[in-house]
């Protein structure tokens, strides 16, 4: 069965940092990425990695303060977050693309999400 679990979501004030993880199971390795939704908004992008994570892509409102990361001996990704702002708050969820090596920022192509994580960053 495959699965995918975030954790690491928690309530910050700006300027800290967080960070969040997204363990697989289930699947092959493949695309992944983090995207997430504030509340009234529709879900948005965040950051992709590729699967051999030569390949990473970020949302200009995140470019220079998230990184995305993994690691697939241990079916792993991470989406360190600093200089966080409450803009930011959201429940943020990862995402699959098992067999694919691209990066993808497009909420369709991916197959398979977690249940999401809450990031409340207060001012």
């Known amino acids: 069965q495959v699965q995918l679990v975030e954790s690491g979501g928690g309530l910050v004030q700006a300027g800290d940092s967080l960070r969040l993880s997204c363990a697989g199971r289930?699947?092959?390795?493949?695309?992944m990425g983090w995207f997430r939704q504030a509340p009234g908004k529709e879900r948005e992008f965040v950051a992709t990695i590729s699967k051999s994570s030569s390949r990473t892509s970020y949302a200009d409102s995140v470019k220079g303060r998230f990184t995305i990361s993994r690691d697939n001996a241990k079916n792993m990704m991470y989406l360190q977050m600093n200089s966080l702002k409450p803009e930011d708050t959201a429940v943020y969820y990862c995402a699959s693309k098992p067999g694919y090596s691209g990066t993808y920022s497009r909420e369709s192509s991916y197959d398979y999400w977690g249940q999401g994580t809450q990031v409340t960053v207060s001012s």
């Open positions: 289930g699947f092959s390795s493949g695309a």
